[in-house]
């Protein structure tokens, strides 16, 4: 099992530009989660998603628009992207009954110039 | 809303000393508490968990418990190896908020050989 996995794993983009994160999970895992990591603040949860074609917004969802139109697949999408929203992204993945235990990708590393 | 703290890093430590690495919770009800690792270029990983009061929850050589009255939950290791280098964070899982997990900021540990 691959387990979760993210693409890209680096992107830097210029400001105003778009781009689609992808995570895939091959776990049957019910939810999907992304959160973003910056220095000193831990892991803020972006959006979630409890179930294939349903998503949630989390502690900071403006900027962001998340799809889950295949169970194993979350897409985070940046419309148009400012300085602001540079940070490590993560991909988690849980069963419904054990939430609490989340399977991390490996990160994507976003620079907005 | 719920919150958890911990104690700010970098911790430096050389091989064979004890770690103790701080942290405090606030929550309605009865959470649930984790400790999450997190080794350099990868995503996290659970390290150990407790579900209820006065539960130790343990591995690899890891200890936490879980302690109502002083709101903590301390990781502890009595022997640390280089290979323990990470990042650690402290989160909690309360049913109040759904089932969402709240991290710390997390703490860098490096040991030294």
């Known amino acids: 099992n691959a387990g979760v996995t993210q693409t890209p794993k680096f992107r830097v983009l210029k400001t105003g530009q778009s781009m689609t994160l992808l995570c895939a999970q091959d776990?049957?895992?019910?939810?999907m989660y992304w959160y973003r990591q910056d220095p000193g603040m831990g892991l803020r949860l972006i959006h979630y998603s409890v179930g294939e074609g349903t998503t949630a917004k989390g502690e900071v969802p403006d900027g962001y628009n998340v799809s889950r139109l295949k169970k194993q697949n979350f897409l985070l999408g940046l419309e148009s992207a400012a300085p602001s929203q540079t940070s490590v992204y993560f991909c988690?993945?849980?069963?419904?009954?054990?939430?609490?235990?989340?399977?991390f990708g490996p990160g994507t590393r976003l620079t907005v110039t | 809303g719920d919150s958890v703290t911990q104690m700010e890093g970098p911790v430096t430590l050389s091989e064979e000393a004890f770690l103790t690495i701080n942290c405090t919770y606030t929550a309605t009800g009865y959470p649930s508490l984790f400790w999450y690792v997190q080794y350099p270029g990868e995503g996290l990983q659970l390290l150990l968990k407790a579900t209820k009061a006065d539960d130790k929850g343990s591995n690899k050589g890891f200890e936490a418990t879980y302690r109502k009255e002083t709101t903590s939950f301390h990781l502890e290791k009595g022997s640390v190896q280089v290979s323990d280098s990470a990042v650690y964070f402290c989160?909690?899982?309360?049913?109040?908020?759904?089932?969402?997990?709240?991290f710390g900021a997390g703490t860098r540990l490096f040991v030294k050989a």
């Open positions: 776990m049957n895992h019910e939810y």
């Open positions: 989160a909690l899982s309360s049913n109040t908020g759904g089932f969402k997990t709240i």
């Open positions: 988690a993945s849980s069963y419904r009954d054990r939430s609490y235990e989340q399977y």
